[in-house]
């Protein structure tokens, strides 16, 4: 961007800021930035939401049960607490996947304890017990997870303990807990961190069933969202690599119980799940690395990691056999879409990991991202620096120190000794685990943590980007003020859109977006009626 559009982007963002009251500015100034050439620039994250800002978050509850361990099949999860908790986030996901050999999958059931009032003042803890037994009786999975929705907090039922016995009980399923209060920590991001530990406490290594190969990886952080985990994993099949486990796109339990017999952890989505991999490389000495199928060069990109991981001469040989096969279609495509995407622009607020992701995507088209950020994204998602994990895992036993839910990005400034991604480079080491969000992004365009509707809706009027990426809560607001919107979390029925496959279909989708007339006709009468116009939006 120019000097005098980074300019403007200075001066607009504190005409958003100034509508703000003294204690929310500053709060909200350390959140909203104009990116600068400065690879030390750093943005607040991972803070509570201001009260009364209308939020794109979600609930701990929500990362633990639905983003974590919603995916996995054969898995019961069991919503301890009111049935909406239950019903509102019953696959709502678009995570695919397809049922082994047995055909085991409890992923289209709905399982709650279904919480009354006097359960709240009596206490559910013999309401879960009845839930655990019936679910046994009638399903007899091999597993059976329980999640505490905020009452079960706050009344104090010991679902551990419930767990424990009812485990001991039936002998022969495994039946584990999850403390995931919905108001625990200040966003989804908390439910990760609860779900990580409990899976790596009660099923990694309990199994050294996995499958066999000579180049064994688990994919971390993919969940399959319109079908982008069945891509990878025939992209890896054709390379020759052995896919132990995928956390938890398209999974089974007894992937997760013998995932630690990989060879290699490639993380996707890193916020959702670096812990599993942090705790894996104490515990098992798997290392770990990050990798990125979307885009088609990042699909290239990450191929070649793995191969160069390996260092074996036949593997590197495969994988570019494959990448120069599917690089064909993926460039017929482009050179026909590209001269009508070239130039347009757009903006990405989603999430802890796509807002990253998806700008390798808008790259290979020819748009300029003008603004992005995450959610819930930590510093480190952002700035792409490694910040030391949290918790510690005793090498001997299956023990985790227990688990302090992460708040300390706040608190956190990058350490002395902590070398750069440049010094990395220059040293000739990897920064595979130095990737983040802000060293994409190009100077002047905007870096918003955890975006306000009002900040969204200002951002929107000022600079009407060719497309706009969100959720479902964003999206009807977007598409009222006359742009094209997609969702980046459910992709809008669409996908895949990983590997070079999914490239193909997002270039043609982005194609038919920014192409479209509609978006003209969007025009409401008093718009066009001076004598009916009102104030679209609240500046
Ligand atoms: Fe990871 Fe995800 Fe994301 Fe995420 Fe999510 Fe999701 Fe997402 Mo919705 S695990 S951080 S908590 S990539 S559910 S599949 S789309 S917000 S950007
Ligand atoms: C969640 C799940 C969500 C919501 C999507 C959205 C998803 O946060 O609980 O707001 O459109 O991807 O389904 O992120």
Known sequence: MSEKGKMKADIFRDTIMEKYPPKVLKKRKKQFIVREADPEQ???????????????????????????LGPTRDIINITHGPIGCGFYSWLTRRNQTRPGDNGENYMTYCFSTDMQDQNIVFGGEKLLRQAVQEAYDIFHPKAIAIFSTCPVGLIGDDVHVIAREMKEQFGDCNVFAFSCEGYKGVSQSAGHHIANNQI?????????????????????????????????EELLEKCGITLVSTYSGNSSIDQFASSHTADLNCIMCHRSINYVAGMMETKYGIPWIKVNFIGAEATAKSLRKIAAYFEEPELEKRVEEVIAEEIVGVEAVLEEIRPRTEGKTTMLFVGGSRAHHYQELFKELGMEVLAAGYEFGHRDDYEGRRV?????????????????????????????????????????LSFSSYEGLMPEMENGSFVVDDISHYEMERLILEYRPDVFCAGIKEKFCVQKMGVPMKQLHSYDYGGPYAGFAGAINWYREIDRMVGSKVWGLIGAPWEKNRTLHGRFVAT
């Not at 607040?44 to 939401?49: F, L, P, Y």
């Not at 190969?213 to 971390?220: A, E, S, T």
């Not at 918790?391 to 001997?396: C, N, S």
């Open 388 to 428: 030391l994990p949290s918790i510690k895992v005793d090498a001997d036993s299956r023990n985790i120190e227990e688990l302090k839910v992460e708040q300390d990005t706040e608190r956190y400034r990058p350490r002395k000794d902590e070398s750069s991604r440049e010094e990395l480079e220059q040293q000739g």
């Open 200 to 232: 790596f406490k009660h099923v990694v290594g309990t199994s050294e069933e996995g499958r066999t190969g000579r180049y064994k990886i688990n994919l971390l952080g993919e969940y399959n969202i319109g079908g982008d985990a069945f891509v990878i």
């Open 42 to 68: 750093s943005i607040q994250a991972n803070v509570r939401t201001v009260p009364g800002i209308i939020t794109q978050r979600g609930c701990c509850y929500a990362g633990c049960k639905g983003v974590v």
